[in-house]
């Protein structure tokens, strides 16, 4: 980002992956959490 921070590549990748699931599975149970 702008701001000059970094994560590791396995980190953001980690965390891609994890917004991934979480979306999936909230919009699977269509609960508030779609928002994200």
């Known amino acids: 980002p702008h701001c000059g921070h970094s994560m590791p590549r396995d980190w953001n990748g980690?965390?891609?992956?994890f917004?991934?699931?979480?979306?999936?599975?909230?919009?699977?149970?269509?609960?508030?959490?779609t928002l994200l």
């Open 14 to 17: 980690a965390l891609g992956i």
């Open 19 to 33: 917004l991934k699931a979480l979306r999936d599975t909230a919009s699977v149970d269509g609960s508030a959490v």
